[in-house]
């Protein structure tokens, strides 16, 4: 399998920046080229990591307090930690994204402890690195594993816009630090589809509770607050309708739809296919409400021996029929979860085998 297909490469799907690019888009081809030369840069800090048994986080961290927060502002360049904007306990910078990144990221936090009892991305205190201003009119923000960091870009102000104002960018950045240390789920086709799922789950539960909202009220989009005027479209996703975020999106919503494409495409489809779980989650948080459904999910996400790193989409039903059980048992979850779960993903065409 290609090194290049194992990563996530950023929050705006590289196909949606690619064909910018062909339309002539400079500003598309530049971020392009900066995810290119991002990549090139990870592989080089995780060749290091693997000779050293080191990881390239500065600040410590500890498993007995508090994760702490620093805030790096890039000043357009593509580096990472070029200047320390504002760590835990600092009075707001005089720069809002710089204030809108320490918040969100605090906010993430303190929705992975509250609701999911989660010390953290690590689940063992890790402190947590930003990046904003990251490169210059750069369209997109990305978790970087090999350096447990995130980098955020400005966007080109037309398309996108500053891709750290937006809380939902955040916590599915940061989830993509979850998926890694817990189920380091293969980026490629279906497992992928899981691992973009995963983090349209914490995106969309964390915006929910930062902004009072409910199953019932929220949107379900994702990436709405930074599609600039010139973008097509109201979202990057839509999780209640998959496919109908912006003109020509190819997001799916049923399984019927899925095929194997070559990996040159999304990965196999990683983005055009997530659609599918995405949608038997806002089924199942209707019913259930979406801090317990968030709950199950990350729940099942711990159950390796189902949730291996090529997981299917079924792989998900079943472990998440295995962790409603248990989360019933700890009287966490109603007594109609497990129909509640069965039916969602029936409605988008995923059933377990049926053994003779």
């Known amino acids: 399998m290609s090194e290049h297909f194992e990563r996530e490469e950023g929050f705006i799907p590289k196909y949606i920046l690619e064909e910018l690019a062909e339309k002539g888009d400079e500003d598309a081809k530049r971020t392009l080229a900066g995810m290119q030369e991002l990549a090139m840069k990870e592989d080089q800090v995780k060749k290091k990591n693997i000779e050293s048994q080191a990881g390239n986080n500065t600040l410590e961290a500890n498993a007995s307090v508090y994760p702490k927060r620093g805030v790096y502002d890039s000043q357009g360049t593509g580096e990472l ?13 005089s720069d809002q994204v710089v204030n809108l990144s320490y918040d969100f990221c605090g906010k993430t936090l ?13 689940g063992n205190g890790m402190d947590v690195i930003s990046n904003v201003h990251f490169r210059k009119d750069y369209n997109n923000a990305v978790w970087l594993p090999s350096q447990n960091q ?35 789920l293969d980026y490629t086709r279906q497992s992928g589809a899981l691992n973009e799922h995963f983090s349209d789950v914490i995106g969309t539960a964390v915006q929910q509770y930062v902004k009072g909202q409910t199953a019932q009220t929220a949107d379900w989009l994702i ?3 930074i599609v600039g005027s010139e973008f097509r479209g109201k979202a990057l996703r839509s999780m209640k309708e998959p496919g109908t975020a912006y003109f020509g999106d190819r997001q799916v919503a049923h399984f019927s739809k899925y095929m194997d494409i070559p990996l040159s495409d999304d990965g196999g489809g ?7 779980p995405n ?14 459904a968030t709950l199950l999910w990350y729940t099942a996400l711990h159950d390796r ?11 998900l039903l079943k472990a998440l029929l295995i962790a409603a059980e248990k989360l019933i048992r700890q009287g966490e979850l109603p007594q109609s979860a497990i129909s509640v779960v069965t039916s969602a993903f029936s409605e988008v065409g995923i059933l377990l085998p049926v053994h003779a």
Do not use: C, W
Not at 110 to 122: C, G, H, P, T, V
Not at 270 to 276: D, E, Q, R
Not at 279 to 292: E, S, V, W, Y
């Open 270 to 276: 990683v983005h055009y296919f997530s659609g599918i």
């Open 279 to 292: 949608k038997a989650f806002f089924l199942a948080a209707m019913q259930l409400g979406t801090d317990p």
């Open 81 to 93: 930690q070029h200047k320390l904007a504002r760590q835990e306990g600092d009075p707001p910078n």
């Open 150 to 184: 995130l980098a955020l870009g400005d966007g080109d102000g037309k398309r996108f816009i500053n891709l750290g104002r937006s809380i939902d960018v955040v916590a599915h950045e940061m989830a993509h630090g979850v998926t890694e240390y817990v189920n380091h």
């Open 223 to 225: 990436g709405d607050e």
């Open 110 to 122: 303190e929705y992975f402890k509250l609701m999911l009892n989660r010390n953290s991305i690590d």
């Open 305 to 315: 021996g189902t949730i291996r790193r090529d997981a299917k989409f079924v792989d």
